[in-house]
Nanobody, 131 residues
Framework: QVQLVESGGGLVQAGGSLRLSCAAS????????MGWFRQAPGKEREFVAA????????SYQDSVKGRFTISRDNSKNTVYLQMSSLKPEDTALYYC????????????????????????WGQGAQVTVSS
């Protein structure tokens, strides 16, 4: 079991930056590939970014490439999402998620872009970008 708690959300103007953090407790954090998803009102939850156990392999949704960066600090049991050049369409509730199972340090889950590829979820952090 792992518990996930997001923080760092808020209101920001278009073009601004925010950094989300997701703190994990419970079983060894470094054993989990991690992902960030988001869900806007009336829309389905969508993949944003994923990172392997070691942090050496990352993947992004096309719309955030070059603007968002996912990273992790296994010594602090925390995964981050640095968001820059924010746009109003980035407004959403952002969730971090952990995928259980056996993965090599550089692997991502087969279904890493799908919500069902993850087993544990945080409660979400609201990000609102004003125009």
């Amino acid at each position: 079991q792992v518990q996930l708690v997001e923080s760092g959300g808020g209101l920001v103007q278009a073009g601004g930056s925010l950094r989300l953090s997701c703190a994990a407790s419970g079983r060894a954090f470094s054993s989990y590939p991690m992902g960030w998803f988001r869900q806007a009102p009336g829309k389905e939850r969508e993949f944003v970014a994923a990172i392997s156990r070691s942090g050496g392999n990352t993947s992004y949704q096309d719309s955030v490439k070059g603007r968002f960066t996912i990273s992790r600090d296994n010594s602090k049991n925390t995964v981050y999402l640095q968001m820059s050049s924010l746009k109003p369409e980035d407004t959403a509730l952002y969730y971090c998620a952990a995928s259980s199972g056996s993965y090599s340090g550089g692997s991502l889950p087969r279904a890493y872009v799908r919500a069902y590829g993850y087993d544990y979820w945080g409660q979400g952090a609201q990000v609102t970008v004003s125009s």
